[in-house]
């Protein structure tokens, strides 16, 4: 009988911890996920924007070691593999961008990297710091609401969902003025 019990406490315990971890790691504090994690919608292109040097290349233009390294980022990303972006980080007065990764899901790309206070003071982070911009000039932005702080040296990461059609060059602008604009080419369309 005191077995039986034992082993019935260690299972409905077992089962808690479990529930435990679950609630845990859904409610946004699980280990390993990115604190910045945003959908982006896209927006027509506004004539009020600065002038962009669109994401793309035309062939003739293009070394072969270029074109090679492009071909292989498409097909990964084909293939709904990871790829490396081609400018992985940006480093500017107050802040360090990395992107550590992409992949394509569906009719959508998935971007995710981190974003360190390189400064001395706190950073704070609005929600439309980030932006990206495709190759035929469509801005990509987000609506969410929330901030992230930093302290001096503290890094998050993000996993940022933008709606890319395949085949687009796309680059990732993180604007937090004064500071200059940190711009990283993530990919490029190939033009004939």
């Given at each position: 009988m005191s077995d039986q019990r034992t082993t019935i406490t260690m299972l409905a315990l077992g089962v808690l911890i479990a529930l435990a971890l679950i609630a845990f790691g859904s409610?946004?504090?699980?280990?390993?996920?990115?604190?910045?994690?945003?959908?982006?919608?896209?927006?027509?292109?506004?004539?009020?924007?600065?002038?962009?040097?669109?994401?793309?290349?035309?062939?003739?233009?293009?070394?072969?070691?270029?074109?090679?390294?492009?071909?292989?980022?498409?097909?990964?990303?084909?293939?709904?593999?990871?790829?490396?972006?081609?400018?992985?980080?940006?480093?500017?007065?107050?802040?360090?961008?990395?992107?550590?990764?992409?992949?394509?899901n569906g009719d959508q790309i998935i971007v995710s990297g981190s974003v360190r206070n390189a400064g001395n003071r706190d950073l704070i982070i609005p929600p439309g710091a980030f932006v990206f911009r495709d190759s035929?000039?469509?801005?990509?932005?987000?609506?969410?609401?929330?901030?992230?702080?930093?302290?001096?040296?503290?890094?998050?990461?993000?996993?940022?969902?933008?709606?890319?059609p395949p085949d687009r060059g796309l680059t990732l602008i993180f604007d937090l003025p004064p500071d200059p604009p940190l711009e990283q080419t993530l990919t490029l369309e190939v033009v004939e």
């Open positions: 409610s946004g504090g699980g280990f390993g996920s990115p604190e910045l994690t945003r959908r982006f919608a896209a927006r027509p292109p506004d004539p009020s924007d600065p002038p962009f040097d669109l994401p793309r290349i035309g062939v003739p233009q293009a070394s072969p070691d270029l074109l090679r390294a492009l071909e292989e980022v498409r097909t990964r990303l084909s293939e709904g593999r990871t790829a490396a972006a081609l400018t992985p980080t940006a480093i500017g007065p107050r802040a360090e961008v990395h992107v550590s990764g992409m992949r394509r035929r000039g469509v801005r990509y932005t987000t609506g969410t609401s929330s901030s992230v702080t930093l302290a001096p040296g503290e890094m998050t990461t993000f996993e940022f969902t933008v709606p890319l």
